[in-house]
């Protein structure tokens, strides 16, 4: 039966030092890596093993991918990268320390910004230092200045069902392996989550979720494979 791996990427630098990260590439901590590798012996130890593979154009979730894959001796399976999986932009918080946000702005204003669903941060100002306009990944992308959870997930489910979901419905075991945001924006649709209660889920680094899909493509209530 088809099944869908969900997997955060390992703990980053800037999850580290608690800064607000989005779109900006951020390699993992030691940490990380051994989060990464760890999700990769459990998904052998459990005999759940990927045939497919996606992930975002940013390092720590590529990363945290080629580590779990390779633990359970996966690494040639046909992987896709694609911007649209990347994390939520934060706009013109990106690189803030979140406790100097919070001290700055007021925790009620930061955790609008945080975690409001369609209430997105200030926008980037053009040229400035994560200005990712002219990286060469992003080539004929129009990069966004800010995001909300929402707008994250209009960016995300029309990929679910034009790649992701084709892959399924073929049989495949499907690992995603992506971040915070883009991992909710699954979630969300797959477990039908209400816009306000979506906000409150939190998604821990490198732990594997699963979905289980019957003959009519219908997933299971999710699960954590550690679980299982």
């Not at 607000?20 to 590439?25: K, L, M």
């Not at 992701?164 to 075991?173: F, K, R, Y």
Request: net charge negative.
């Amino acid at each position: 039966m088809p099944k869908l791996i969900l997997v955060r990427h390992g703990q980053s630098q800037w999850n580290l030092e608690n800064r607000f990260t989005g779109w900006w590439d951020v390699n993992l901590t030691e940490k990380g890596i051994e989060e990464a590798k760890a999700a990769g012996v459990l998904m052998k130890d459990k005999g759940v093993l990927p045939t497919r593979a996606f992930t975002s154009v940013q390092t720590r979730a590529i990363r945290t991918l080629h580590l779990a894959l390779g633990e359970c001796d996966r690494l040639w399976i046909p992987e896709t990268k694609d911007w649209r999986l990347n994390e939520r932009h934060y706009g013109g918080l990106t690189g803030l320390d979140k406790q100097e946000t919070r001290e700055k702005h007021g925790d009620e204003q930061v955790h609008i910004w945080r975690r409001s669903f369609d209430v997105p941060p200030p926008e980037l100002e053009p040229g400035s230092t994560y200005d990712l306009s002219n990286d060469p990944r992003y080539f004929g992308i129009e990069v966004p200045r800010t995001e909300s959870l929402k707008l994250t997930i209009e960016r995300v489910l029309p990929y679910w069902l034009s790649d992701i979901h084709p892959a399924l419905s073929a049989g495949e075991t499907v690992i995603i392996s992506a971040h915070g945001n883009s991992l909710r924006a699954l979630v969300k649709h797959l477990s039908n989550i209400s816009d306000e209660d979506i906000t409150e889920l939190e998604i821990p680094t490198g732990q594997p979720i699963i979905y289980d899909f019957d003959d009519a493509m219908q997933p299971s209530a999710r699960y954590y494979l550690k679980d299982a």
